[in-house]
């Protein structure tokens, strides 16, 4: 655990979110949260509670009804998609539960691809995913293409392409969502290893064996934040047994 955290990164209040449609969704209900720079956190939450729909707000990747979002002390509302892309492609970096990795490119474009579309030039773009890579331990498997990776090596090859850019934070979606119990601990510790080095980390999973991996749990109920007491949560082993 980093016990030198700073300041919010990432601070809601009050947010609302409804989907539209012949019966509206009230989704999620005056949620409220903070996450200081060099957290790492899960939020954790039945299947449906509204765990994605809350890291695409947090990922400026949809908007919200109600409330406030300042991240990195930005307020994030009705941004232009210009404006919204500017700052995801230089604040934050995905993980997502299917990885999203491209299957005709090796892992090395993959890894770049981020930075080509920030307009960097292929050598240095190129040697910028090398460096990932093999921070990752996956140097020997640049030039393999996804199909020929196990789900753990590519999992890391996203966590890699998600790093390139050199985020403040990275937002994971049930990043062990589709791993063995075994490939999802070892996921976990790249997570806590990047953690340690300083990165901000927000994990959302439904799996409480990802929540306890974690320094703090984040619980979500029908979208309602459950509870968010900071120094009680820190790793209070009496939370696994409860769900
Ligand atoms: P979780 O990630 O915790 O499983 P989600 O945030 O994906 O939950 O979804 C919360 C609720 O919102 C679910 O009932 C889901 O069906 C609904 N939902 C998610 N996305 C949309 C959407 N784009 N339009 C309408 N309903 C949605
Ligand atoms: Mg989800």
Redesign the pocket.
Known sequence: MNYELGEAVISLRDINKT?P?VVP?H?LKDVSLDIRKGELVSIM??????????LNILGILDNYDSGSYILDDVMIKDLSENRAAELRNRMIGFVFQSFNLINYKNALENVALPLFYQGVGRRKRNALAMEQLERMGLADRAHHLPGELSGGQKQRVAIARALVTKPSLILADEPTGALDSKTSKEVMQVFRDLNDAGMTIVI?T?DPSVGAATDRIIR?VDGRIETNDQLSMINDKRLIIDC
């Open positions: 989907y449609g969704l989704v939450g039945a299947s449906g509670s509204g765990k994605s729909t809350l959302v439904h979500i």
